[in-house]
């Protein structure tokens, strides 16, 4: 037997005014478009926008059904849009916030299983990482320059290809 122990880097910044000022731009922009979202059971609220190699912003929140396996994160909504409008455009830069409407969010809140795996599933596509940050309402926010670090051993077309890593 072997142990193998995986170890992930994380940045976190104090505030908001520690960002780089692009980030706070696209921070900005994922928290406006948050309070667009769609969450009438859960009411929580989240944004995301993604930066793309050709400059444009891409926005995304999270839209609930009452059939919940329906609805879809914001994550996710603005991955596909990405995907579908720009399909050759790496994504560079994600930002994502959290809020919700029953209690003040001060934690940052990283991307679900669900949304690390389409996350994965990009940046296996275009061969290069996406730098994620993510936040609360207010607060800390933290930066991973890939997802690798939010989902080590990722599950990705290379297991349906050849089904070596």
Same mark, same amino acid.
């Given at each position: 037997?072997?142990?193998?122990?995986?170890?992930?880097?994380?940045?976190?910044?104090?505030?908001?005014?520690?960002?780089?000022?692009?980030?706070?731009?696209?921070?900005?922009?994922?928290?406006?478009?948050?309070?667009?979202?769609?969450?009438?059971?859960?009411?929580?609220?989240?944004?995301?926008?993604? $930066? *793309?190699?050709?400059?444009?912003?891409?926005?995304?929140?999270? %839209?609930?059904? &009452?059939? #919940?396996? =329906?609805?879809?994160?914001?994550?996710?909504?603005?991955?596909?849009?990405?995907?579908?409008?720009?399909?050759?455009?790496?994504?560079?830069?994600?930002?994502?916030?959290?809020?919700?409407?029953?209690?003040? $969010? *001060?934690?940052?809140?990283?991307?679900?299983?669900?949304?690390? %795996?389409?996350? &994965?599933? #990009?940046? =296996?596509?275009?061969?290069?990482?996406?730098?994620?940050?993510?936040?609360?309402?207010?607060?800390?926010?933290?930066?991973?320059?890939?997802?690798?670090?939010?989902?080590?051993?990722?599950?990705?077309?290379?297991? *349906?290809?050849?089904?070596?890593?």
């Amino acid at each position: 037997m072997k142990e193998i122990e995986i170890t992930s880097v994380l940045q976190v910044y104090d505030s908001f005014n520690e960002l780089p000022d692009d980030i706070q731009q696209l921070m900005q922009q994922s928290k406006l478009i948050r309070d667009k979202a769609y969450a009438p059971y859960s009411e929580f609220l989240v944004g995301a926008a993604l $930066l *793309l190699k050709n400059g444009e912003v891409v926005l995304g929140n999270n %839209q609930e059904n &009452a059939c #919940y396996p =329906s609805g879809l994160c914001a994550e996710r909504t603005a991955i596909y849009y990405a995907g579908a409008n720009f399909p050759d455009v790496p994504i560079l830069k994600m930002a994502l916030s959290a809020k919700s409407l029953k209690y003040q $969010l *001060l934690i940052p809140t990283p991307p679900c299983g669900a949304c690390r %795996q389409a996350i &994965a599933e #990009y940046e =296996s596509k275009q061969k290069e990482s996406i730098e994620i940050y993510f936040m609360g309402e207010t607060g800390k926010i933290v930066r991973s320059n890939s997802l690798v670090n939010l989902l080590p051993l990722t599950f990705d077309n290379s297991y *349906l290809v050849s089904g070596l890593k």
